[in-house]
Each structure stands twice: as structure tokens, then as C-alpha cells.
């Protein structure tokens, strides 16, 4: 949200600042509304009038930051530095710190309707459903949400990007909890997700590998009435915890993906476009295949069952229009459909790929790069 020219009235601010701090000005600037100029210029104004002196920043490892604030404050700021003997990028750093202490992450009151449900979900594999799950979760997490992820692909790939194994084949699980099987309470199975940015505000409900039995155990279970609801159900347990829940789908057309998105359903007096359904996709013809396959299952579902599923978007994944013709004329296509609309583009970077090597979530390990950015957007998105 910084001013990308200098306003007539303004001074280009350029100093070196830890990139912890640029990086908590920019998200924290981003949730509350404000300008990256402005919050600096409030911080400087704050730091005028406290009393010295102040707790010094450690600015060890620091970055190149700019932006613009008033002559005349800067001019009083640059003087004020000067007489107390102390290094202009240490007074800015504790102007921004100041600002940041005075507007914390806003309190995020609980919905009277409940978390809101998103399913991130593709009848193909490998166009980065896990990628997306996990970088959205991170992203709202970042900006004060309580989020918690369900990796409901037995595949289990978001369980073990985060540095986790599958539940054990003979413990409790979320499918022993769909099916009536349960052996404890499903928020004893929650891991939390570790990142300084994330707060505890991040948890993940592992996969077990006894998920690829989901069809076949529902159809045989007298506990489960109505197929469809059992996710609902089980997850009735957790949801009232967490602002955001985001199920990672498996590529699948069967049980798994009718469960998901009933969850995700409209319901009543929840209003439209508070939960549903994100599509990851890429810019190849087989995404568009498999999306019209999920197509057909979404409308059938609502007209069996009578229910409304908002679309909340398409995601471009994956995008690299170095590869030519055919990925910039998939992603005209994609735009072109309109509804559901594209909502962004994840250009194909090595950030999210080492990132799970590393099995690291990727606003840890490679917070200020391109691919964390657009996550960050996209959470914003979703959230407002």
C-alpha cells in the first residue's frame, strides 16, 4: 500500500530497517486500512512526543525501506535524532514500532453464523490445492484470524508439507469421527502450525491414510443417515474455535468431495459468499476438463439436495507465461468464463517448492517473496 510517487508535501524517507518489522508495518498497514506513509508518519509523530528514551530496536541484518513522509516532520524527526545521538534508521525503526504497538491485530469478533468454510477443490490432481490450502491458512493467520486446516486428502500431501505425519492407522482420525467410530474428541487430533507471524492462531487437522475408505465405510455406516453431512458432523466439534476452516479436497468426484461441499453450502441466515468453494486450476486444457466434471457435481448436489454453493473464485497456479501460446491463452480462457472469476495468479516460483522440501510453511520460509505476496492478497480477498 505504499505511495509509489512522492506527494508535492512530502519527503522520500530511505533508510535500512530488520525485515521482521518492514514486514509486520506492511501486513499490519494492509489489515487495518491504512497507508504505509501515513502509519510511518503517525509512528514518527508518536515518537516525537514519547518520553526518552526509548527501548532501542535491534536492527542487525536490516533492509532497504522508503516511503514519504511531511517536510517539515521529517525535518523536525532528522533533527531530533541528531541532538539525542541516536541513528536515524534506529529512530525510524522505533517510529514504526510505536505505531505498531498502538494499532495491534483488531479482535476478531466470532460470526454469529459460525466460521466460514472454504473448500479448496479440483477434480485434477497436482494444480496446487495443498499449495493454495496452506498458503491461505498462513495468510489469514497472519492477519488475526483463528484458521484451522483439514487435510482431507488421504494422499495426506498438507500434512506432510507442514512437517507432519499421517494420523496413525489405528488412533482416532477424522474418518472414525464421520463414520461413528470416534475413540476421543476431534480437538485432541489439532496440531498447531508454528510461525512467530501465525500467533497459535494456526492448526492443522492431520490426514490418516484410512481416508481412502471413506466411500465404502460411509455406504456400509448405520450412523450416517444422510452421506453427505457426515464432514459437517464431525466437524461440528472444532468449527466453533476457529474463524476460518479450509478443507484440502482430494481429487476426487465420490464421497469426499459431495461431503466437502455440502460443508461449505450456503446455510441459513449465513450470508452468500461467506463460505464455498475456491478452485485451484492451472493454464492447461486438462484443469479445464476437470473442471467441468467438478462442475457437474456442484450443480447436481445443489439440485439433489436443494442447497446454494458459492463459487468464490478461480486460482491460477502455477503460471508461467514464458511457456507460450497455450498457457496465455488458458488463462485468457479462464478470465473469460467470468463467473466464477479469477481472483489471482500464483506465478510459478522455487519459493513454494523449497518450502516443502524444507517442510516449512511458505510465509516462514520465504516471507517477503512474490508467491507469500499473493497469498497475503488473496487471504484479503477472501476475508473482507
Request: aromatic share 6%; hydrophobic share 40%.
Amino acid at each position: 500500500m505504499a505511495t509509489p510517487s512522492a506527494p508535492a508535501d512530502r519527503d522520500k524517507v530511505v533508510t535500512k530497517i530488520p525485515p521482521q518489522l518492514r514486514r509486520e508495518l506492511k501486513i499490519r498497514a494492509a489489515t487495518v486500512g491504512i497507508d504505509i506513509q501515513d502509519a510511518v508518519t503517525e509512528g514518527i509523530k508518536a515518537w516525537s512526543s514519547a518520553a526518552k528514551p526509548l527501548d532501542l530496536i535491534d536492527t542487525t541484518g536490516s533492509e532497504s525501506f522508503s516511503t514519504y513522509v511531511p517536510t517539515t516532520l521529517l525535518a523536525r524527526f532528522r533533527g531530533d535524532c541528531s541532538e539525542l545521538k541516536i541513528p536515524y534508521n534506529q529512530g525510524v525503526a522505533q517510529s514504526i514500532r510505536l505505531w505498531l504497538d498502538a494499532h495491534p491485530l483488531p479482535q476478531r469478533a466470532r460470526r454469529a453464523t459460525g466460521a466460514r468454510r472454504i473448500a479448496l477443490g479440483n477434480q485434477k490432481g497436482g494444480v496446487g490445492k495443498t499449495a493454495i490450502t496452506a498458503g491461505l491458512g498462513q495468510a489469514l493467520a497472519e492477519q488475526g484470524f483463528r484458521v484451522c486446516l483439514i487435510d482431507f486428502d488421504p494422499q495426506g500431501h498438507l500434512t506432510k508439507q507442514l512437517g507432519h505425519e499421517h494420523l496413525p492407522l489405528k488412533g482416532d482420525s477424522l474418518l472414525k469421527h464421520m463414520v461413528g467410530e470416534r475413540q476421543g474428541e476431534l480437538t485432541e487430533l489439532l496440531l498447531p502450525v508454528d510461525g512467530e507471524a501465525f500467533g497459535g492462531r494456526l492448526f492443522l487437522l492431520p490426514a490418516c491414510t484410512d481416508g481412502f475408505l471413506l466411500d465404502a465405510k460411509l455406504v456400509t455406516s448405520r450412523e450416517v443417515r444422510v452421506k453427505e453431512t457426515a464432514l459437517e458432523k464431525a466437524l461440528a466439534a472444532i468449527e466453533k474455535d476457529f474463524d476460518f476452516v479450509l478443507v484440502d479436497c482430494p481429487p476426487s468426484l465420490g464421497y469426499a468431495m459431495d461431503n466437502a461441499l455440502y460443508y461449505v453450502r450456503t446455510r441459513d441466515g449465513e450470508e452468500t459468499g461467506g463460505s464455498g468453494i475456491l478452485i485451484p486450476v492451472q493454464a492447461e486444457d486438462s484443469s479445464a476438463d476437470a473442471y467441468e466434471l467438478l462442475r457437474e457435481q456442484i450443480d447436481a448436489l445443489c439440485d439433489d439436495l436443494g442447497i446454494d454453493i458459492s463459487d468464490l473464485g478461480f486460482i491460477v497456479n502455477l503460471y508461467d507465461s514464458r511457456k507460450g501460446y497455450v498457457v496465455t491463452s488458458s488463462l485468457d480462457g479462464w478470465r473469460s468464463i467470468g463467473t466464477p472469476e479469477v481472483i489471482a495468479v500464483v506465478h510459478e516460483l522455487k519459493d513454494q517448492r523449497e518450502a516443502v522440501r524444507q517442510k516449512t510453511p511458505l510465509l516462514v520460509y520465504a516471507p517477503d517473496g512474490e508467491q507469500a505476496e499473493t497469498m497475503r492478497q488473496i487471504a484479503r480477498r477472501i476475508a473482507a
